[in-house]
């Protein structure tokens, strides 16, 4: 983590100014709009969710009025029916007589007739007494089937004249062999003005489960959305889907509805989380459970994500153009500042830097113009000083090479005289007389590379006109590069160098060979000899001695050149030696192109 971090700095610190202002800008609206987004999304989320919940516990008000308001008519219709005398009257004196009994069974027909017709979606209207069916509106019910023995009839009698309501059950009690399930209401029927008197009978209504679904038809629910009722004991009254009807309601789900009348949750379905809403009817003591799966809300994120991933990309793009634009404003001054001191840097002291601020641009500025102006002051006083040390220093180095190649070629004449070889000794004082022409009268001490050539050719003749058997050269300069300048006598040390080190044990069949060709811009020089080379620790003698480590070196060749080099084109230049021992040694020079006559 901490290498990371430590890249990351470090890339930081190589970008620009203008890249690291556009990067922070970029960097705080993205942060900033994440942060937005994520609000907008849990604003989104919760406002979908209250709308849902919100819409759910409206459509369980208008559910639960409407089944409250139809079982709150029959409550109250069948309490009035179960205090009328002469019902009461008919029930208790039923089994008197016969005769009676018909009697008693218009009464009932004519009191209970009536009702039928004002509650809607009722079944049947049965009359019992002591646990037989005595009236039955449709007379479908079968004269054997015993009530008391059914415990969903007996746990529901209440003790007082009260209606009680019985949950889904089979209404096998019927000569009808489909055995469906009803809801039912049963009230007992008891004279209330004797005291401790025991019930006559009990009437019971039967209602169509199917009937009562269509009350949610009423409320509007959606496709995504389910509607149970619920009885006290988790069975499921009445669902939409038929075939749910009589089943157990979720244990899990039960369990929580169980310690409040009304509330909400949240379950999980697969995937898709679902919103459970729940309110407990005071009249029944039913509940009316709706659950609602909310992909609405997943729809909803998934757009506000869009919409925030867009916002934030269109963010970027604007705040990267702002960055940008602002960065060129605040570094315009740096830039021209740069622009400036790049001028100054290629000898330029003229330079005047205009200030438009008082910022701290104006600032580097003006401190800028007064630096230029003491710089102006100092290559005043010593510039000329400089460059005439150098020419002094040049000139030094020149001295220490006309003495030594001076030196050998009077050995060489001395030794033609020797041999009476008048002829050679006058080619050879002709090409010493061009060569001192090159040397003392040709103004200047930059050449080009043709006359470099020429000289080199006088100098190679003088050389071999000692022993013509002991070395053969070649010269040879590209035809672009013959004008180009260079140092007088820079390569003349090179040469000599290959023929009194390079080829000092060859008496015969000696080579040296000089190339100068143009390469990426560059002069190069090579001086070559098919000698005995050099190991690896005269190599290392060699470059000690070009690195000013030898101190006690009596050669001075080599180090000429390199200083010459160094003094002229500063770092521009290299210098390589390649060589191998009994094969032969290579100098390698490359310079910059200066200008070309």
């Not at 009194?500 to 040296?512: D, E, M, Y």
Request: aromatic fraction near 8%; charge should be neutral.
């Amino acid at each position: 983590m901490k290498r990371i971090l430590n890249r990351i700095r470090k890339s930081y610190r190589n970008l620009l100014l203008r890249q690291k202002i556009t990067l922070i800008f970029s960097l705080m609206a993205i942060a900033l709009l994440i942060v937005q987004g994520t609000v907008i999304y849990r604003i989104s989320v919760g406002v979908i969710r209250n709308e849902m919940e919100s819409g759910a516990k409206q459509a369980i008000e208008q559910t639960s009025l409407n089944i409250d308001s139809y079982f709150e008519e029959i409550k109250t219709i069948i309490q009035l029916t179960a205090n009328n005398r002469t019902l009461i009257d008919s029930v208790e004196n039923y089994f008197s007589g016969f005769v009676d009994q018909l009697e008693y069974n218009q009464n009932l027909q004519n009191i209970l007739v009536q009702y039928t017709y004002m509650i809607p979606y009722v079944d049947n209207i049965l009359v019992i007494k002591d646990g037989r069916a005595i009236y039955d509106k449709n007379s479908s019910t079968r004269k054997d089937y015993d009530f008391n023995k059914q415990t969903w009839f007996t746990n529901n009698i209440s003790r007082l004249i009260k209606a009680s309501f019985v949950g889904p059950h089979h209404n096998d009690y019927y000569y009808d062999p489909s055995n469906t399930r009803v809801i039912s209401v049963i009230i007992p029927v008891r004279d209330s003005l004797k005291t401790n008197s025991r019930n006559a009978g009990e009437i019971m209504i039967d209602i169509d489960i199917k009937k009562i679904t269509s009350i949610f038809g009423k409320i509007g629910l959606d496709s995504s959305q389910d509607i149970s009722i619920i009885d006290r004991a988790g069975t499921i009254i009445a669902n939409r889907d038929n075939q749910l009807i009589g089943t157990s309601y979720n244990q899990d789900d039960l369990a929580e509805m169980k310690a409040n009348d009304k509330g909400t949750f949240t379950i999980s379905e697969g995937n898709t989380p679902s919103l459970v809403v729940y309110s407990t009817s005071p009249v029944t003591g039913w509940k009316t459970v709706i659950t609602t799966k909310m992909t609405k809300i997943g729809q909803v994120a998934g757009s506000v994500r869009f919409t925030t991933v867009l916002i934030i990309f269109t963010a970027v793009l604007l705040a990267m153009a702002t960055s940008l634009f602002i960065s060129s404003k605040i570094t315009r001054g740096i830039i021209k500042l740069k622009e400036k001191m790049d001028l100054v840097g290629r000898g330029n002291d003229l330079v005047i830097v205009e200030v438009e601020n008082n910022d701290e641009v104006g600032m580097l500025s003006r401190h800028f113009n007064r630096m230029v102006v003491e710089l102006k002051q100092l290559i005043n006083e010593n510039y000329l000083v400089k460059i005439k040390q150098k020419e002094a220093e040049l000139s030094a180095l020149q001295a220490k090479i006309n003495p030594h190649f001076l030196n050998n070629t009077l050995q060489s004449l001395h030794a033609m005289a020797v041999l009476n070889k008048t002829k050679d000794i006058e080619t050879t004082i002709e090409s010493l007389g061009k060569l001192f022409d090159y040397v003392l009268y040709e103004s200047g001490d930059i050449v080009r590379v043709e006359d470099e050539m020429n000289y080199l050719e006088s100098f190679l003749q003088i050389q071999q006109s000692r022993n013509t058997k002991r070395f053969e050269y070649s010269i040879d300069a590209d035809p672009q590069a013959r004008n180009i300048q260079l140092p007088k006598l820079l390569i003349q040390p090179l040469v000599e160098n290959a023929l009194i080190h390079g080829l000092k044990s060859k008496f015969a069949g000696g080579f040296v060979s000089v190339s100068v060709c143009l390469e990426e811009g560059n002069v190069v020089i090579r001086v070559s000899d098919n000698g005995e080379g050099m190991s690896s620790e005269q190599l290392e003698r060699v470059h000690r001695l070009l690195n000013d480590e030898d101190l006690h070196a009596k050669s001075i060749g080599l180090k000429n050149v390199k200083d010459r080099l160094k003094l002229t084109y500063g770092e521009d230049t290299s210098f390589l030696i390649e060589t191998k021992l009994s094969e032969g040694t290579s100098v390698w020079v490359k310079l910059p192109i200066t200008a070309e006559y």
